[in-house]
């Protein structure tokens, strides 16, 4: 006490130091706690930033893909041209090829424009054909093919615009730039414009973009995504199907009857250092077991499904694993009481109490699995696709593609048009991902027990 | 007769047995559960099981070693005379088998009988045109000893098929009938049904070691094949990577780590601090609400797939990054750069920092706070002076997490960091890493007896060691330092 009191006396003039006025050094270090706490703010706000850009750009890219110019006006199908003939077999129409139908679409689309009074004299025929897709005349003929009876008469068609054009109306080939651009003129463009003003041509929601088929670097406005969903959904079955059982009874086994030995040991380390190999090792492992060794067909979605599989099983593992931990071991005794042996407890008690987590584990894996692309581009999903897998089980071998792929395959073509659909595609694995994780969240909202 | 039949057919016995079981069961008590050993249903368990398990396990069996087989018979017919100076006996070895799948659709599509496909002979036939016909198109033209092969080939896999069914089928009727017979009412039904399914479950327990064996195995034998073609010293020290599928390439191994490790730190750069300040925020300073608004939105981040982060990389932050820093820097004129993947990865890694951060900082025991904050200490000053210390192990462990993460990431780099292996300091220009390579040379048509081709499995190896390195010191680190406060 003494001490203390003799403090001021022998700093002399010291300066009178209050509890209600910081100090130069109290202020030092306040300050240096705002600006740490303004850095993790800021550490946030650039996360979350950098998701609100992402999904800006993906957005902005994306959403026109959905939708669509198409062009509508009629086409005589000429009999003389289409059925020598005369007598309607499909067979021997079948020989005259899409170039015969060319010029009937171009007659037909010169007809319609001017009886609109769209005057296209100073537009070469070439440029004009060119307003349609290239997809148009074979289109066209699988329609005449299919229906050989309607040759001889004038039918109303609905085709797509070509890609350039279709970019004219989404803002991304202007006047300048056809200028410089090889593949569409600025006259082109003056006619489309007009052929919107008379009602031939309209921009509007295009189903053809999420069920149809891919197209090749030509012709970007006809390339749909089905068989990239179809394939992504078989694959996504064969997951399911192979993850859940084996997935859940590997958790069983080391969760609930593993002895603690070097052999669990061994499982274990595997797991969770299986779960961090990079994906692209789990293509390599598909590329030399599954084909090259097994045999099994290339792009096939049996293939993408095992490789998938492997891959997921350490995440459903773990998922299972941590909910039958959550079940309390009162519920294990409780059944051991009444006289339930160790596998009754398990199956008829323990594993029904997991079973929402199971589920949730599962739906974010398949989640996890459906967005994953390298593995697949080594087992040669990358193949150009243009047949829908048949039904299952024999699609299963059929060769398909991957919603995901499809994106990587679209960002490697030339055609500016493919960078918006790989974003359209994109959005619609998003939504596919969004779907699902919604599912696992309200499942596990719904079931989930706290203990 | 086709699997899925097969399938179908010993499911069938299965179904069957599992009634034959019960009420055989039950027949032997006159129809009072009670004094039978186990609940009735566990006899029919028991008969199914009995019929069902064992044909399976020989039915996978042999599925796998049928082809081997076949092939290894078939590839003995071949002469060597057959095989010609450009060609090795596998290629010829694959035509065999597209002639002879080409017969097998022949014949599935009517277009030949069954008979006629097997006594083709070349000099009487035009095989290649007939199997064009329906649409098999062969690449050359078909000589006599490789369609000889082909027909033995069918040969050969119809007998064994056939034998297959026939072997599975009566393992299945024979499981039944042991089952059947030895099923009594003293018969312990649910202790053998329990301890089959105890075997069931811990066999799919070892598809985790059977896994790490076929990605250890598939690497190592490929990466041996590379390594008789190529030499490892230039592999490994060479500081070019060119190659051509005429020959003489470089295959150096550094230029592509190089990259790999550049875009790593980069992104590391990025996702590091990003990660362990929103970590720190979150689970220290942030109020119950900003915590449960922002947490879920960074957690979005990790669900993202990483093609969607690479297309973000070609088509926003590259053409970003080269309009507004690289060009007027004069540092580069290419949109896809180790600063666009770097970036973006780092992005992509935020969540995973900040996750794994968050657990360990939220593993520090409360006391060590509490008792720093008492002395006066302020919030920023015990996070710096006690929490990080403590927790630095574990967050070093998340940081080679990440880092193993980046080194094998895939997409992001595939579509934002270019395709040009070159060894460089300027981060906008354009480089490649090891996962590129990996997709480059196993993209498209590629023959596995080439090093071209084959490097790839090389690289695979060397990345599967990396990572598993890092992720084998990283997860000790963690869980040693979990322990600590346990």
Known sequence: MTDLSAVPGTAGGAKKSSILEADARTRRRNAAEARFKVYGMLAVATGVLALILLLISILSNGLSSFRQTFVTFDVPLSAETLDPNGNRNPDEMSKVSTFGYSPLILNGLKEALSARGISVDEVPDADLANIISRAAAADLRDFVLANPQVVGETLSFEFL?????????????????????????????????AMVAADLMETRFNWGFITGPDASGQRPESAGLGVAILGSFYMMLVVLVLTLPIGVAASIYLEEFAPKNRFTDLIEVNISNLAAVP?????????????????????????????????TLPTIIIATRASLKSVPPSIRQAALGVGASKMQSVFHHVLPLAAPGILTGTIIGLAQALGETAPLLLI???????????????????????????????????????????????IVLLVFLVLMNAVAVLLRRRFERRW | MPVLWIVLVVLAIGLAGYVLGRQRALAGVGGNASQLHSLPAYYGYNSLMFAVVPAFLVMLIWLLVQP?????????????????????????????????EGLDAAVASGAMSGDFARDLRTDLTDVRARLGEIGIALGSDVSPAVLLAAQSYRATS?????????????????????????????????????????????????????????????????????????????????LTWRPSFEGGSDLGLLPLLWGTLYISVIALLVSVPIGLFAAIYLSEYAGPKVRAAAKPMIEILAGIPTIVYGLFALITVGPLLRDYFAEPLGLGTSSSSVMTAGIVMGIMLIPFVSSLSDDIINAVPQAMRDGSLGLGATQSETIRQVIIPAALPGIVGAILLAASRAIGETMIVVLGAGAAAKIDLNPFEAMTTVTVKIVGQLTGDTDFSSPESLVAFALGMTLFVITLGLNVFALYIVRKYREQYE
Request: no cysteine; proline share 5%.
């Open chain 1, 161 to 193: 615009a070509n890609g350039r054009i279709d970019g004219f109306f989404k803002g991304r080939v202007t006047y300048e730039s056809a200028e410089r651009d090889s593949n569409v003129t600025p006259d082109q463009l003056r006619v489309a414009e």
């Open chain 2, 68 to 100: 081997i087989y076949v092939e290894s018979r078939i590839s003995t017919l071949i002469p060597d005379s057959a095989i010609s100076e450009s060609s090795t006996r596998s290629l010829v070895m694959s035509d065999v088998r597209r002639v002879a």
């Open chain 1, 279 to 311: 994906s692209i090792v789990f293509g390599i492992l598909g590329l030399a077991v599954f084909i090259n060794f097994a045999g099994l067909p290339q792009s096939a979605p049996i293939v993408g499904g095992l490789v998938l599989t492997l891959m």
């Open chain 2, 158 to 238: 119809g007998t064994l098929s056939m034998a297959m069914t026939l072997v599975v089928i009566g393992l299945a009727l024979a499981g039944l009938a042991t089952a059947y017979v030895r099923t009594t009412p003293e018969y312990r039904a649910r202790n053998t049904v329990e301890a089959m399914l105890l075997a069931l479950l811990m066999l799919a327990s070892t598809i985790a070691i059977l896994t790490t064996v076929g990605i250890v195995f598939s690497l190592i034998f490929e990466t041996i094949h590379f390594f008789e073609k190529y030499p490892w010293q230039s592999f490994f020290f060479s």
């Open chain 1, 380 to 426: 040669g999903m990358v193949a150009f696709v243009r047949e829908y897998p048949e039904g299952l089980p024999q699609g299963l071998f059929d060769p398909a593609s991957a919603l995901p792929v499809q994106v990587y395959q679209w960002t490697q073509r030339s055609d500016p048009a493919f960078v918006e659909r790989a974003s359209g595609a994109i």
